[in-house]
């Protein structure tokens, strides 16, 4: 699918929130959670595993009922090539070491248990679903949905090709009205077009008020707003992609008492594009959800206004009410509706990176 956008160009500058912390540093200020299933490509660009991070670490806001792998097309360009994508996501969540924080006072944040027992094989392959394509995953997230409705939906957060979540509405339609998807596009579509078409065309004929951010919509680089999370906004001194982690994730974290030789935060993976970054290219899924929460800033049913997410619009508003798309801006225009709040963002993960060290 293409949009056609216009030639006009306005750069907005970011607006920093600098004096109000939304309550950071409280250990119970939670008000509203969401439960989410994570659909991950883990295992490729080690993009995932830094947004993976920041989902344990908001995890009193992101109530993670599932992590599920997704094929991986990229995997063979990695040192951990050979490893499943389940027991790297098992490995991971080890590293960070919840458990320290919630020995620390942040007994809101979900257990390390609680997380290692949602982790679910998906599929291995790309390919649009089929009769016998389903899969450990692609059963979590249907019999999770199952115990949810249209008022009280959980959310699926696609982090990688639509591979297993396609399956899962092709085994069980019936799970449409319950789940609402916020998918990271772009080289995750190219690397399964097919399960991506089988969705969009499932919201075409099947059900078309399916709750769907398509965030990153084709051609490649028409528009990419979740690139914004590390490409633009403030890019000074720590708040740069390529600074903030030496200075507020290395020599923070704990070794998981001697379970490992290195604090979490000293093996906190760089991205490989951009080389050695901190790129989160799926923490907009999470950011969507924790903006209204933490920052005060958008609202989850409405993706038309502004949050740390991104901001969308309506493909179709009368046929698809709840399809909601890149904004018909340029890239850079689309990326700053999320660089915009960069300093926030950052601002408030650094907080939550000190809570390690502090009882």
Not at 258 to 268: A, H, N, Q, T, Y
Request: aromatic fraction near 12%; proline fraction near 4%.
């Amino acid at each position: 699918m293409q949009i056609t956008r216009n030639g006009n160009f306005k750069l907005y500058m970011p607006i920093f929130f600098i004096t109000a912390l939304f309550g950071c540093n409280d250990k119970s200020n939670i008000k509203q959670t969401f439960d989410v299933i994570i659909d991950t490509d883990l295992g490729g660009d080690p993009d995932d595993i830094q947004s993976l991070f920041r989902a344990v670490h908001y995890s009193d806001v992101i109530k993670i009922k599932g992590i599920v792998s997704t094929p991986n097309t990229d995997k063979h360009h990695h040192i951990w090539d050979t490893i499943k994508n389940t027991v790297l996501i098992d490995n991971w969540i080890q590293r960070i070491d919840v458990e320290h924080l919630r020995q620390n006072g942040y007994g809101e944040l979900m257990r390390e248990k609680e997380l290692i027992t949602t982790i679910k094989a998906g599929a291995d392959k790309p390919g649009g679903p089929a009769a016998n394509n389903s899969t450990e995953g692609s059963e979590w997230i249907l019999r999770t949905a199952r115990k949810y409705s249209k008022e009280n939906p959980i959310w699926i957060l696609v982090w990688g090709s639509l591979t297993t979540t396609a399956q899962a509405l092709y085994d069980a339609p019936d799970i449409a009205d319950k789940i609402r998807i916020y998918s990271i596009g772009s080289s995750n579509t190219l690397h399964d077009t097919a399960s991506r078409d089988f969705v969009y065309n499932f919201l075409k004929n099947d059900y078309p008020k399916l709750w769907w951010i398509e965030n990153g919509i084709l051609p490649k680089g028409s528009h990419e707003t979740f690139r914004g999370v590390y490409q633009s906004g403030i890019q000074d001194g720590e708040w740069s992609f390529t600074k903030f982690t030496d200075f507020n994730i290395r020599n923070h974290g704990s070794n998981h008492n001697g379970l490992f030789k290195e604090k979490s935060g000293d093996v906190f993976p760089l991205a490989n594009y951009p080389k050695n970054s901190l790129k989160e290219g799926d923490s907009p899924s999470l950011l969507y959800l924790i903006s209204p929460v933490i920052g005060d800033v958008g609202n989850v049913d409405d993706p038309t206004q502004e949050s740390w997410g991104g901001q969308f619009m309506q493909f179709d508003s009368i046929n698809y009410p709840n399809y909601y798309i890149d904004l018909n801006k340029s890239p850079e225009e689309c990326q700053m509706t999320i660089g915009k709040w960069r300093y926030d963002i950052l601002r408030d993960w650094k907080i939550r990176w000190d809570r390690y060290e502090i009882k």
